[in-house]
């Protein structure tokens, strides 16, 4: 059993940072590449950023030079650095196993109830 618990949403001011972590439980985490995703009312989940288990890192347009993924393995815990905030950043915010296959994320069906980060003034 996989449980994935995130945590450091809040409410920041556009420009501002804030660093989300997320404890994943199980023997999962030390195998596995891990995402983090973000979703809006009305939009599917979206993949902004994923770190492979050998530490490879990867992040999409909207995130790439703003967010910082980075993981723990002693501590089963994967971190979103998040800088220069926009208010379009705002979403629940969700981490997630996977596996990364050339270059392409694949995400395992396992979910935590995710972290709100709201940007806004």
């Known amino acids: 059993q996989v449980h994935l618990v995130e945590s450091g949403g809040g409410l920041v001011q556009p420009v501002g940072s804030l660093r989300l972590s997320c404890v994943a439980s199980?023997?999962?985490?030390?195998?596995?590449?891990m995402g983090w995703y973000r979703q809006t009312p009305g939009k599917e989940r979206e993949l902004v950023a994923y770190?492979?288990?050998?530490?490879?890192?990867n992040y999409t347009d909207s995130t790439q030079g703003r967010f910082t993924i980075s993981r723990d393995n002693a501590d089963n815990t994967v971190y979103l650095q998040m800088n220069s905030l926009k208010p379009e950043d705002t979403a629940v915010y969700y981490c997630?196993?996977?596996?990364?296959?050339?270059?392409?994320?694949?995400?395992?069906?396992?979910w935590g109830k995710g972290t709100l980060v709201t940007v806004s003034s």
């Open positions: 770190i492979t288990n050998s530490g490879v890192t």
């Open positions: 997630n196993p996977g596996t990364v296959i050339r270059g392409t994320y694949y995400g395992m069906r396992y």
């Open positions: 199980g023997n999962i985490f030390s195998l596995s590449a």
